[in-house]
């Protein structure tokens, strides 16, 4: 049926028309056509039926008598009506075909989405006559343009943010998706090479070939591998990357394609040449002269702390492009399942990768307690309690075929610590002690007092009063040469996959970082004990009543008002966001200077979260310090990811403050907020 009949001969309508009207009948039969309309043009009369009505919020009486388009206008959303305006005028003068999409207020007080689709019919003189139309429901369909424009905004933010080069590739090796990386590594941009093969972009035919070559065997092959590639650089330079690669599979675990990840390892790799050249003609630099033996011992010893340095990356790039390729593959999956409209699957696919995100979190936050540069939150603390309190979660960890055993002294002197990293500690022993006991034995745990002298501590600590935690086990111990290397970052004799190395390596990094030391007795065939030694601290332990009045002052205060001051906008619209759904008061600033001239104004301000890392002439630290002084007992929250233990200094040590890391958990944002808004 031809719903708009066209000017000229009725038994030949135009392509378009047709179209227009298989369209209009289709939209007929799905029932979302939702009004008609005829516009007697001259007479600026509007009439329309019940569905137009309803849709346009207007009584049905006034549609059936007629009414004018400036009344219509009224129910168009205000961003939309000088579009809408626009498209009327524009069709009015040339006449045919008319769409346009627009918001309209419906009686439930909300707007919502609309298609017009009308016919503007001109008389002889090329003047308006008669403007017939209906009204379709696109609601839907604008929730789900939404819904896609964000998911590919995010993927693509995410990808932009991936350090390193990480990209996945087709069955035919086109590249589909490449972060920053990426681009700066081929010198050209994302419309350059996306939807094309190496062969195709990569000016250096043969390397590209090799690369292709490489990737059509992992994806036959189904499995990951780790390849060093040589690449031709924009400038003319050759570089070595160490790259994962990795089947990309659907949901049906069929190979639709390939991921990957690489880093540049040019500098590890010119070192073990150094090192290579180095032993070939060391006996003949050693014999000529003493200075060039001391020269050769020099590059030497460079040569071994790259080769170090590059153990150590390629550990962090191992566990780290594991992480990455939940996180990347869960996203690629909620992507094919948003564009196949199964929504019910996305929210799985997200908690895993929020759950690798989680996991890459905590790896960063033992490579910082290794270097000695994690921010600490020390409290007086009884390790005698702490140790009590988990014993029932390390029986579970280590399972009922491995007895645990607990002596503790009975006057166990308290001391300044953090409890979360004791209890991380505890748990990493206890598990490595298990892991030695295949078919099973005994743990005992124990604490003591101890007076060590200056022979007994490692070179920078001072003889003194220490307390001891010692986790023993009657495993199958340690030879003198892994003991030698147990506190090496990535270092394990598990099996691949089973440990990341880094558990001895944190406790070493948290015993040094406060104040104290880390020792291990083994020997094979007799078993370990790992003694953790802590400085003793003569301070007061937290009364329990206390302990539980704080553990209450978390809930929203309201009327009160928060400062944010971070130059991350993605972080700083979440902050506030957050807040402000749970009733604060928020304000805003990008960097310290405005920061602090919201802080020295009459605005009444109750809580200050600040990044450390602030853009302008102070950081967020220095900034905190400059306002308590014109606002004492301030309560300030940082947050920040800095690696540098001494950039808080002991500003995270005084009353009313608290620090989150990022990436931080938003329940645990809302927790710290509420508490030091609730002590102001």
Not at 62 to 70: D, I, K, M, P, R
Request: proline share 5%.
């Amino acid at each position: 049926m031809n719903v708009f009949p066209a000017k000229g001969n009725p038994a030949q309508p135009t392509a378009a028309v047709l179209d227009e009207a298989e369209r209009l009948q289709l939209a007929l039969d799905a029932g979302a056509i939702v009004g008609t309309w005829v516009w007697d043009v001259p007479n600026d009369t509007i009439f329309a039926d019940e569905r137009f009505a309803r849709t346009f919020s207007v009584p049905f009486e006034q549609c059936t008598n007629g009414f004018s388009l400036a009344q219509a206008a009224t129910s168009i959303h205000p961003q939309d009506q000088e579009r809408v305006q626009a498209n009327i005028v524009e069709a009015i003068r040339r006449g045919g075909p008319y769409r346009c999409e627009y918001r309209v207020l419906q009686s439930d007080g909300i707007y919502r989405w609309i298609e017009a689709n009308g016919r503007v019919e001109l008389d002889s003189a090329g003047n308006a006559v008669r403007f017939p139309g209906v009204l379709l429901d696109i609601e839907q369909r604008k929730s789900a343009e939404a819904e896609r424009d964000r998911i590919s905004s995010l993927l693509k933010n995410f990808s932009a943010a991936v350090p390193g080069v990480v990209y996945a590739k087709d069955l035919e090796g086109r590249m589909l998706v490449a972060n920053t990386g990426t681009t700066q590594l081929i010198g050209k941009p994302p419309s350059f090479y996306i939807g094309k093969t190496d062969l195709e972009f990569l000016d250096d035919k043969a390397q590209a070939r090799k690369v292709m070559e490489t990737d059509q065997r992992i994806m036959r092959g189904g499995k990951v591998e780790q390849i060093e590639e040589y690449v031709s650089k924009p400038d003319g330079t050759t570089a070595v990357w160490l790259s994962v690669k990795a089947p990309l599979l659907d949901e049906s675990g069929e190979v639709i394609g390939l991921i990957g990840s690489s880093i540049d390892v040019t500098a590890r790799k010119d070192a073990e040449a150094a090192l290579q050249e180095l032993n070939r003609t060391l006996e003949e630099r050693v014999a000529d002269a003493i200075a060039e033996r001391e020269a050769a011992e020099a590059a030497m010893r460079q040569s071994q702390k790259m080769e170090a340095v590059g153990q150590l990356t390629g550990g962090i790039a191992h566990d780290f492009n594991n992480l990455l390729a939940g996180i990347s593959g869960s996203l690629e999956l909620a992507k094919m399942r948003l564009a196949q409209g199964r929504h019910a699957d996305i929210e799985r696919y997200l908690l895993i990768a929020q759950g690798a995100t989680q996991r890459a979190a905590a790896l960063t936050h033992r490579l910082l307690a290794f270097s000695r540069r994690q921010n600490l939150a020390p409290v007086p603390t009884d390790v005698n309690e702490l140790i009590r309190g988990m014993e029932e979660l390390l029986r579970q960890s280590v399972g009922p075929s491995v007895d645990i055993k607990l002596r503790l002294a009975s006057d166990l002197w308290p001391s300044l610590l953090d409890p979360a990293q004791v209890e991380n500690a505890l748990l990493n022993l206890c598990i490595n002690s298990r892991d030695a006991m295949p078919d099973g034995g005994s743990i005992l745990i124990e604490t003591f007092n101890t007076h060590l002298k200056a022979g007994e501590l490692d070179g920078e600590l001072a003889a003194g009063e220490y307390l001891a935690i010692c986790i023993s086990d009657t495993g199958f111990g340690m030879s003198p040469e892994v003991m030698a290397r147990a506190f090496e970052p990535f270092f394990s004799t598990k099996p691949v996959g089973a440990g990341s190395g880094l558990g001895l390596s944190m406790i070493y990094g948290f015993a040094q970082q406060s104040g104290g030391q880390l020792k291990i007795r083994s020997e094979v065939g007799k078993g370990s004990t790992v003694c953790l030694y802590l400085p003793h601290h003569a301070v007061e332990l937290p009364d329990e009543a206390f302990v539980e009045a704080a553990s209450n002052t978390t809930q929203v205060a309201p009327g009160k008002t928060v400062l944010v001051v971070e130059d991350e906008t993605s972080i700083r619209q979440l902050v506030v966001e957050l807040l402000t759904g749970l009733g604060y008061e928020v304000i805003e600033a990008a960097d310290s200077n405005a920061g602090l001239l919201l802080l020295n104004s009459s605005a009444p301000i109750h809580l200050l979260i600040t990044d450390v890392g602030l853009p302008g002439t102070i950081n967020g630290r220095q900034m905190a310090d400059i306002a308590r002084q014109s606002k004492p007992g301030l309560p300030v929250l940082f947050i920040t990811g800095y690696a540098q233990s001494n950039v808080l200094g002991d500003s995270h040590l005084q009353p009313s403050t608290g620090v989150l890391t990022k990436p931080f958990a938003l329940d645990a944002l809302v927790s710290h907020v509420n508490a030091l808004v609730n002590t102001d």
